[in-house]
Structures are given as structure tokens and as C-alpha cells.
């Protein structure tokens, strides 16, 4: 380092390692993550410039540049063009929504479950099923989606939440996130960028995250991602696709028109752009509207998850994949489950041929618009955005308290709430607000329990 080049300089990360060690990239990044995870630089710090930081270090910018780009793959720094580099802002948070034992008194609000009232038509096939004199080959293996009408099923879900598709796109899949993983693993090389919404779902940032890929927050406007920003990110950014939730956007709850989807698709078939279109709140809304897909079948590889709409145990998903992308889909899909459940698959290509689907979604709904409407009644005074047939809602917060610290206190009165800090993506700042699973609790008297508790927190900061 220049003789006294930096005594009096301020920067707002001066570390100091030891170069005797190789390789320094390495070793500088390993410094850079443990003062992240320390707490030495918090979220949102905007690091030196790298040329600055190189002379500091007496190091070239390709080390430091190698060491920063570590640290990205890691989730742990956001680049943006023009603006500089940043501790991000979900760098410390936890994305994993769903801990593997849930605490003993605790009143769960914040995994998306729907209601456990409604499954009754369920029950009826399974039983139906194992009725039968072959009812051993459900317990075997088998081939997904290899009964045509198993796929006919699938397009039938597919088309009441909004898209017309033929049998000849249909992939199968364990579950929504798992078919998000494979879509990027088989789509993505590491460190590959994709564009997100300023918040988005933990599920595709923890998959993004195992494999190296970087997410891009790209701009809202209207409280959906703005055309323009794409566009902007496609020209300069090097983004590869975008990942959407067009209806009933987790954790926003914000539904996009249909103008946004049509703008989104146009702009994707332009720069010859994916998009990975998570439907798997589609069919919340009891008129759905036309899917992103429907805009740009060729772009879009569109997952319909059941797990929200019909049932968290049916561990299934179905995708729709453009012919381009469905063989590597395909490959990824199967390196990542080995086989879907023919149980699985059987019991809900079932229920939805004989319209018993039908039936479990409009009691999701009915039960989620009875809880919401008490939702209502506690919240009235305050902003706490969704639709009544929703399973979540996004309580925004007094300005005096961030999502994190309510979080908190929400856990040490026994109440589990998601702050926006688990959802938010890079260098964006996160909202100050909460999600709330209202369909969780496991009785309305537990629901109104938890609201109470919630109220009495938000009340001390008015």
C-alpha cells in the first residue's frame, strides 16, 4: 500500500489480510463474508469502488474483482450498473419459511398453508383407489405423466387457471419449488443472472443460491415489475429470463394486469428472453385471468403447483415447457426426483378429471374469505393488502418499526410472521411490512388469538 495514501481516507471497508496465503482472492473474500455475517459491514453498505479498494490492498482489480464476484454467487453483494456494489440487503436473513420442527405453543402464521378443513373429496378418491384389486401398483415405481390422461389432467388445471397448453408440453414434477429448481438448473450455468421483483418468493432465492445464480431486482412500477426496467436489464444487465408471479404475488399479494403480462411477454419473445411463470396461486382468484404464457408460449415455462390450491401433501407440480426448453427440463427434472409418486400422480389427475378439484378450491376459498373477513375486522386501522380468497396478507408497518424487529417480538409472544427482509432481493431496501398466513392457524380461534397478539404490537408504535 502507497506510504500514507489512505491514513485520513474514509472507506467503508478497510480490511486487512494476510497475502502469504493463496489464493488472496479467496482469502479476501472469506474476509469480506465473515464481516458481513459479523455484522462489521451491515446491509446496504456500498462498498469501495474496486480500483480503490485495489490500490488500498496494493492488490490488481482482478482480485478484487474475483473476490466480489464470490460474494455475489453467495447472495451476500448486489452490483448495479452506475451505482456501485452493496451488502445486500437479505444477506443475513433466513429464506427457509418452513423450520423442520414447529416450536410447541407457537401460533404458526407464516408458512402459506391453506386450510385443513377442505379435503374431505380427497379422502374419497384415496380410499376409492386403494379399493381396487391392483391397487398394489400405486406403491411402485413408475413413469410420470406416462398415462395420456394423466397429462389430459394437467392441461385441464392448467387452462382453468388461465392457460391453453397441449399434452405434448407437459413435464411432471415433486412440487412447485422443485420444478423452479430444475427449470434454472437446466437453463442457468453458474453465475448466470436472472431478473426478480424487488421482493419475491425464498423458495427460488434458495434455489438460486445452490447453484450459483444471481437474482437481478428489477424495478417496479404499480407495484408490478416494470416493462421498461426489463427491457433496460435485458440491454444491459445480461439477464437470461425472469421469474414472475403474476397472480396473488408472494408476498405482495399484488395480482398483475393484464396489460403488464402482455408488455412483459412482447419484451421477452424481443431479446429471446425465459420466463419462468409460478402459477401456483392462479386459482385464488375465482375469474383467473389469461396467464403470461398465454402472450408467449414459446418463452414461457409455466409451473401450476397444487400444493396452495388443493393440498401441501400432494407433492406435485405441473409444468408446461416451450418445445426448445422441455428436453432439458426434462433431464433436470429427473436428475432432481428420480420418480414422482404414482400415488401422487394417479390421486390428483383423479380429482381433477372428475371436477372434485372444483369442489376443494371453493371451500379453500370460502374458509380463506371467513378468516379474512376477521383478518379485517383487526386490521382496519392499519394497511393490510390482499384479496379475501388469499391465504396470506402483507401488513405493511408503522414507520417506526422495520418487518425484522416485529418479526421479533411477534415470535417472543409466540406468533410466527415473515418480515419483508426474508423476501427482498440485493441492494433494494425492504418494505417495512410483515406477511401473515391467515389460513395457518389451525382453528379460527387460534386465527383471532394470533390477531390479537399482533394488534397489541402494532398499537405501541402509533
Known amino acids: 500500500m502507497p506510504i500514507n495514501s ?82 445486500s440487503y437479505d444477506a443475513l436473513s433466513n429464506a427457509y419459511l418452513l423450520e423442520d420442527i414447529k416450536p410447541r405453543h407457537l401460533i404458526e402464521m407464516g408458512a402459506t398453508l391453506p386450510d385443513n378443513d377442505s379435503y374431505e373429496p380427497l379422502l374419497l378418491q384415496l380410499k376409492n383407489m386403494l379399493q381396487e384389486t391392483d391397487y398394489e401398483k400405486w406403491f411402485g415405481y ?161 409451473i401450476a403447483s397444487l400444493s396452495k390450491s388443493i393440498a401441501p401433501g400432494l407433492r406435485l407440480a405441473y409444468v408446461a415447457a416451450p418445445s426448445r426448453y422441455k428436453e432439458p427440463i426434462s433431464k433436470a427434472l429427473y436428475n432432481l426426483n428420480i420418480s414422482v409418486s404414482p400415488l401422487l400422480a394417479e390421486l390428483t389427475a383423479r380429482t381433477i378429471v372428475s371436477n372434485q378439484f372444483e369442489i376443494l378450491i371453493e371451500r379453500h376459498r370460502e374458509q380463506a374469505t371467513c378468516r379474512n373477513q376477521i383478518v379485517n375486522q383487526y386490521f382496519a386501522d392499519y394497511t393490510c393488502l390482499g384479496a379475501d380468497t388469499g391465504i396470506f396478507r402483507w401488513l405493511l408497518l408503522p414507520d417506526k418499526i422495520t418487518g425484522a424487529e416485529f418479526e421479533k417480538l411477534a415470535a417472543q409472544q409466540e406468533v410466527q410472521v415473515y418480515a419483508a427482509e426474508r423476501f427482498v432481493v440485493g441492494n433494494r431496501y425492504p418494505e417495512r411490512a410483515v406477511r401473515i398466513a391467515v389460513c395457518a392457524p389451525k382453528t379460527l380461534e387460534e386465527l383471532e388469538q394470533g390477531l390479537i397478539i399482533l394488534k397489541r404490537l402494532l398499537n405501541n408504535f402509533i
Not at 445464480?213 to 416493462?227: A, C, H, R, T, Y
Not at 421469474?243 to 405482495?252: A, K, R, S
Not at 419484451?267 to 408467449?296: C, G, K, M, W
Request: net charge neutral.
Open 142 to 302: 413408475g413413469r410420470p405423466g406416462e398415462s395420456l390422461w394423466q397429462k389430459d389432467a394437467a392441461v385441464k388445471l392448467m387452462r382453468r387457471g388461465g392457460f391453453e397448453t397441449t399434452v405434448d408440453h407437459i413435464l411432471f414434477a415433486n412440487g412447485g419449488q422443485n420444478a423452479i429448481a430444475a427449470t434454472l438448473a437446466s437453463l442457468c450455468q453458474p453465475g448466470d443472472r436472472i431478473g426478480v421483483d424487488y421482493h419475491t418468493y425464498p423458495g427460488l432465492k434458495t434455489a438460486a443460491a445452490m447453484l450459483s445464480i444471481q437474482l437481478v431486482p428489477i424495478k417496479s412500477e404499480n407495484n408490478e415489475m416494470s416493462p421498461i426496467a426489463f427491457e433496460y436489464a435485458c440491454k444491459n444487465d445480461n439477464i437470461k429470463g425472469i421469474y414472475l408471479i403474476p397472480d396473488y404475488h408472494n408476498p405482495t399479494t399484488h395480482c398483475m394486469s393484464i396489460k403488464n403480462r402482455k408488455l412483459l411477454a412482447a419484451i421477452a419473445q424481443r431479446y429471446n428472453q425465459f420466463i419462468i411463470e409460478d402459477a401456483t396461486y392462479h386459482l385464488h382468484n375465482e375469474q383467473p385471468l389469461p396467464a403470461v404464457a398465454s402472450y408467449a408460449p414459446e418463452q414461457v415455462i409455466h
Open 6 to 87: 489512505f491514513e485520513n481516507y474514509q472507506m467503508s471497508w478497510k480490511p486487512s489480510i494476510d497475502k502469504t496465503k493463496k489464493p488472496i482472492y479467496k482469502v479476501l473474500a472469506e474476509q469480506l463474508e465473515r464481516d458481513i455475517l459479523n455484522g462489521v459491514l451491515l446491509p446496504g453498505t456500498k462498498l469501495p469502488p474496486q480500483r480503490e479498494l485495489a490500490d488500498y490492498l496494493d492488490l490488481n482489480l482482478s482480485t478484487i474483482s474475483k473476490a466480489f464476484k464470490v460474494c455475489e454467487l453467495k447472495g451476500l453483494l448486489s452490483a448495479t450498473i452506475g451505482s456501485g456494489t452493496f451488502v
